[in-house]
């Protein structure tokens, strides 16, 4: 009985493709994630066309990356985060505003008015922790105190932008700011964040013996991935990224005594899910939009302006890691990733982007997303610890 | 950035149901997956309503069988099925014909003309090998004689439905029968299993030491899921269902001296896939279309000529293990699963159906699906090897 047999040929074509490229990458001394969003352009719609869009594949995407940031959770205790708290928080916040100055003048100075160039400005900000974290991972550097800022700015990061997305989109229908929900919102982020973090990593550091009381042999591992599950949704009714939620659920179970356990029986998850999150992020990058030199010189320019700016926001952040941390830091902030590409998409939707701008501001994403892997892990590996 | 918030929500609520369906069932001392298939009725459309039928889920759950059928391949050698050749081609026609024969004379008797009689025979046919393996797993029972007699009688029951309803499929078309093409479709069917298996065997049991070539440490996984993803498509396109590719890769696959490993680091992917496909299985039962007392004396009717059609069929062409085990193997042919669900998807799209008749016929299908599980384990566990 054939049925479905277009979608098992776009799923063998994105995992091969996903391992082509990351082998080659690996070939070439540059992390893996680089040859898999590399691999999405080629078979993606801009060039082969081998692969096109599709909610399913999206779904697996989504997938991919909130079990990877979950994955990243489970290597991640609560006390190490706090311990840094304080320079993850400078991080995060002048890694938002930074951004946010800089893309909103650039804005204004290319014909958007004040208001449109604060959109503009708010695809500018927001961190992807995906791309960061899959290069800390491969290079086993998730324990060093710079990681730990990264992922502890990554989710301060995440809330910033989420408030500023809800400003810079009120602008835009004219009404007046709700000064009052806007102070709603955020308490509500933090505050999740804040109780989940806290009960969560409480409740299953003083007792988690019942993970195993299910009679299901992976029980603990099947309790863990609805905790993600659950908490990647959950996240997303509070405004933040589903990854949010699931970096949460990961760090959660890193209390329990089965982490060893949960840590091994993650890794073919993240084999089978990934390469659909990395690369569906490389077929999202449209060149043909792209193929004249005023558009590549736009893109040179936007794509500079959002790697400095962020590197400028974390560095300070950072600085009092010394500065080799802060620039690892720095550099480590850089990627815009798949949340680029949702501001870009809000931004089309409301009217506020020509198709032209739309591109730019996707490719500029990405093309963050690509310069960081190599030249991060270049650096971790000239500073070791 | 809240995204793909509704499709987290339902992942969620299947994901949780199939375990707290799991978990009663297992309670019950019944296998889990009947648990899952329940928990897929409740929340599904006909009850609750909390998860309605969409593209993504249905493709997260042909994964999560295509890879259930690759780690049943995996516990599978080739020589094993060999040895039980004969008996599994003998259960493999017969568990076709006798179905196919009692299937269309209740039809014809009920109504329908000659041509549409023999399509509705069709969805008596084909063997849903996904639960029968899934139970077969959970109790440990593939190494036994009747489980490989019943994966080898699988395969050749699909090859079989797929010809039966190429050929009823013409005959409603009103065209002549193009014997010449069915050929050639049986002739490539046969061709591409035997080729698969017996080449790929020999393969892999020479050396697998290139699995390891690539620099990713999870390499012969990778490979080897890359191997599972490309053969479910293959077989598609000669006609045969997408686990029936799977299950060859994994047969394969099971000749590698990483097969341990393999084996081990398919758990998790089970664990997280499967439920999709048991759950979803569930969903589709439309129980409004069956609420009354007429389709409910037709349901059981049907249900009960699926069930002794199939099990005459495969007791008849197992006799020659003996009684006990002819019996397991005629009550592992049973269930129909999604198999059915795929005639009668095809038989209302052409018209061939009435939605009633549709809905009685995935229902019957699901049935079979329930009802094998506890009588197979049941069976298995009083008559040890």
Same mark, same amino acid.
């Given at each position: 009985m054939p049925h479905g047999s277009d979608i098992l040929l776009s799923l063998f074509i994105v995992f091969v493709a996903a391992q082509i490229g990351a082998e080659i990458a690996q070939r070439l001394k540059l992390p893996g994630v680089v040859g898999e969003i590399a691999a999405g352009c080629v078979v993606g719609p801009s060039l082969l066309g081998w692969v096109q869009p599709s909610e399913a594949l999206d779904v697996l995407a989504e997938i991919g990356v909130v079990l990877l940031l979950f994955s990243?959770?489970?290597?991640?205790?609560?006390?190490?985060?706090?311990?840094?708290?304080?320079?993850? !928080?400078?991080v995060g916040v002048l890694g938002v505003i930074v951004p946010f100055v800089l893309g909103s003048l650039w804005a204004h100075g290319s014909g958007f008015d004040w208001a449109k160039s604060l959109f503009v400005a708010a695809?500018?900000?927001?961190?992807?922790?995906?791309?960061?974290?899959?290069?800390?991972? =491969?290079?086993?550097?998730?324990?060093?105190?710079?990681?730990?800022?990264?992922?502890?700015?990554?989710?301060?990061?995440?809330?910033?932008?989420?408030?500023?997305?809800?400003?810079?989109?009120?602008?835009?229908?004219? =009404?007046?700011?709700?000064?009052?929900?806007?102070?709603?919102? +955020?308490?509500?982020?933090?505050? !999740?964040?804040i109780v989940i973090a806290l009960v969560g990593t409480r409740v299953m550091s003083r007792s988690s013996d019942w993970l195993e009381a299910p009679i299901n042999p992976l029980s603990p591992l099947n309790i863990v991935l609805a905790l993600c599950l659950g908490l990647a949704f959950a996240s997303t009714q509070f405004g933040l990224a589903a990854i949010i939620g699931a970096f949460l659920a990961g760090m959660i179970a890193s209390e329990t005594r089965q982490r060893e356990t949960l840590?091994?029986? #993650?890794?073919?998850?993240?084999?089978?899910?990934? $390469?659909?999150? !990395?690369?569906? #992020?490389?077929?999202?990058?449209?060149?043909?939009?792209?193929?004249?030199?005023?558009?590549?010189? #736009?893109?040179? +320019?936007?794509?500079?302006?959002?790697?400095?700016?962020?590197?400028?926001?974390? !560095?300070?952040?950072?600085?009092?890691?010394?500065?080799?941390?802060?620039?690892?830091?720095?550099?480590?902030?850089? $990627?815009?990733?798949?949340?680029?590409?949702?501001?870009?998409?809000?931004?089309?939707?409301?009217?506020?982007?020509?198709?032209?701008?739309?591109?730019?501001?996707?490719?500029?994403?990405? +093309?963050?997303?690509?310069?960081?892997?190599?030249?991060?892990?270049?650096?971790?590996?000239?500073?070791?610890?």
């Open positions: 990243v959770g489970l290597e991640t205790r609560l006390g190490d985060l706090r311990r840094v708290g304080r320079s993850a !928080f400078a695809a500018f900000v927001a961190t992807s922790a995906g791309i960061t974290a899959r290069v800390l991972q =491969e290079l086993g550097a998730l324990q060093r105190e710079e990681s730990r800022v990264i992922l502890g700015a990554a989710v301060i990061d995440d809330i910033l932008a989420m408030l500023l997305l809800g400003i810079v989109s009120a602008m835009q229908s004219g =009404e007046s700011l709700p000064l009052g929900h806007l102070a709603v919102i +955020l308490l509500e982020a933090v505050g !999740f964040v840590e091994h029986q #993650t890794q073919p998850l993240l084999a089978l899910m990934t $390469p659909f999150f !990395f690369v569906m #992020t490389g077929t999202k990058v449209e060149l043909t939009q792209l193929a004249n030199a005023d558009a590549l010189l #736009t893109l040179a +320019l936007i794509t500079a302006i959002a790697i400095v700016s962020k590197l400028i926001g974390g !560095f300070l952040g950072a600085l009092s890691l010394g500065r080799r941390s802060a620039l690892i830091v720095g550099i480590g902030m850089i $990627p815009r990733g798949e949340v680029g590409v949702v501001v870009a998409s809000l931004g089309l939707a409301a009217g506020v982007f020509s198709p032209r701008t739309y591109a730019l501001i996707v490719a500029m994403s990405l +093309l963050t997303a690509m310069v960081t892997p190599p030249v991060l892990a270049n650096l971790l590996r000239r500073n070791p610890e």
